[in-house]
């Protein structure tokens, strides 16, 4: 399978490669040159199978030649070994024909371990047959951060180093971040904010001799091996649920599109998708651009569901590209009007197409607090507050469609990971799952640095092994 970039002046590239690069060098971010079928019957027989083998099957087209199908399922199995449920993303029925399919018990308790989990495994796996070693910076509000460092642990040729604003996550997410004791996972608390710590990683990015040096790669959430590995819980779910002779709706907590632009991409591949809705917060830039064409930036407000907190949605660009049949002249021309003037207008085309194949609804902190309230009343089923805006956005987008259809909230993360949000709504603090009750008192190792790049750089350049010869 080849790669083009959304911006059509990057060179084609294998998975493999797509895999370690990440961005594109035009800026644009890398889509399949087309997407794989599955037919009827392949969708049919997932239901019932074990979750790492129907993501072999849903995986290994978009891998092609770059790895063998049984190392694929080997990285498969162990990555979803580490998930606390056998069936690693089970469906709980909630409703009449309403389910919520659990992506959050991974190992940070958040739906980003799906795809990390697989995507450090890949990482190490093509850098091992290229012997090659990679380092890995991030910055993080709080989520991505732990998902990273925890998928990473131990791996043999990836070293990963996670900026945190120091004293501004929560402790839960600190310690996912700090109690991994293997040498190749390091946390580095930033004496500033987030936005520091972002624009330091840009920083090192763009300082080449250093990038080279330590050979930079990133983990965000344009790397197309994450959305790839999210696209198999659509298909689990909606085989379980009696796809291919079934249509099912999906309800997606969104913020950088790229869940929601893996569900797109399984209805590409044949699933019988009916309605895939764009479940927003109080950042709603993207029901505002469904309802009036236009994709303009405002602030960003802070809510119960900072995992949504966003201004942009990267993963849009890959859907402005698709829905333009692939006029990256277009998107090119829209992503510079987005830089310069902070909008853009979509194509008539594209406007209607994007109609057709979402509908999207915002929750405000009023309706996120009633709809988990409701649901726990009605269901005795806690959902947080990203879910609680998947469960929200029904209500609008699903209520005058055909309702054998069955509907599907994504929950995208565990109550017990904003406890203090949840006790404010219920007057609960939720418990954390037995297998991370040492969480709050393992030994925690990171140091505290100035927010100063030169000596981040140090720091990195001291204790990553890429480029260096004392790893021996
Ligand atoms: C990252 C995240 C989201 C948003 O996912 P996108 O792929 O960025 O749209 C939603 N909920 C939680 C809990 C998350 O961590």
Redesign the pocket.
Known sequence: MKYVSTRGEAPILNFEEVLLAGLARDGGLYVPERWPQLDAAKIASFAGRPFAETAVEVIHPFVGTSVGREALLEMSRDAYASFGHAAVTPLIQIDTNRFVLELFHGPTL???DVAMQLLARLMDHVLQKRAGRATIIGATSG??GGAAIEAFRGTSNVDVFILFPDGRVSDVQRRMMTTPSESNVHAIAVRGTFDDCQALVKGMFNHHAFRDRVQLSGVN?INWARIVAQITYYFVAAAALGSPHRRVSFSV????????FAGYGAKRMGLPIDRLVIASNENDILPRTLESATYETRGVVATT?P??DIQV?S?FERYLYEASNRESSGVRRQMDSLKQAGRFELEGQVASAMRVDFAAASAGEDDVARTVRKVLEDSQYLVEP?TACGVHALKYCLNDSDQTVPQVVLA??HPAKFPDAMEAITGQRPKLPERLKSLMSDKERFPVLDNDQAVIETYIENNARAGTDNHA
């Not at 907590?253 to 929601?260: L, Q, R, W």
């Open positions: 958040a739906f980003k989520d991505t959430s907590p969104t913020g950088n599109f790229g869940d929601i569901s995992s949504m949605s993963n990203h995208t993360a």
